[in-house]
């Protein structure tokens, strides 16, 4: 539930924080993009963590043309990871072992101030690959479960975001396409002995200018 409410208040600000920079976008032009993400698990993440693939994901940016080519907005998302463990034995904190079912729950929230560049953009090209780097912070809520015991810690981490991808018109003249591509996330994180939360995400969504 609270992270139901997080995501949606933050997805509102993003909302407001468009419109509220439109009147003075005569020079550029707003874009939103809606994107389904899967995402994969790297390094310790994935060794210590969850080495599962999530399918449970989805970004949405708002960029604003500072010129034909270059762009600057705010990137938000979400990401839904969970693995459920095979019985195994376990040692606790106070020494003793335990046989137990071990089961961890990640949810990532990354807020970026994100900069695109589209060599093409100006152009009539069908395909306009594009790059992108972000900054920010991810809100961070992990649940572990060993047997019944355990517990939610939620938390927030730097996050910095290299993307890279095309874009498809849908048409010669169109401002509206398809956006397919790939982010590398490094997620800051230093609980429980755990470190990092990097990964790979693939995104496939739309684009549309706001008018």
Known sequence: M??????SAIF????????AFHANAQKGEWKLSLNYNYSMPLGSFKSDIIDKSSPLGFSGSFM????DKFSLGIYGGYQ?????????VYQTDNHEVTSAVLSNSVQTMP?????????????HAPVQPYVALGAGVSIIDFTQYLGEFGGTNSSAGFTAQGSAGIKIPFGKFSKSGVNIGADYNYISYSKFGYNNLNNVSLHAGVYFPLR
């Open 12 to 19: 509102s600000v993003i909302i407001l924080s468009a419109f």
């Open 111 to 123: 807020i970026l101030l994100k900069a695109g560049f589209s060599p093409l953009a100006a152009t």
């Open 2 to 7: 609270v992270m139901k409410k997080l995501i």
């Open 64 to 67: 604003y043309g500072l010129s």
């Open 80 to 88: 839904d990871y969970y693995q459920k463990f095979p019985r195994a």
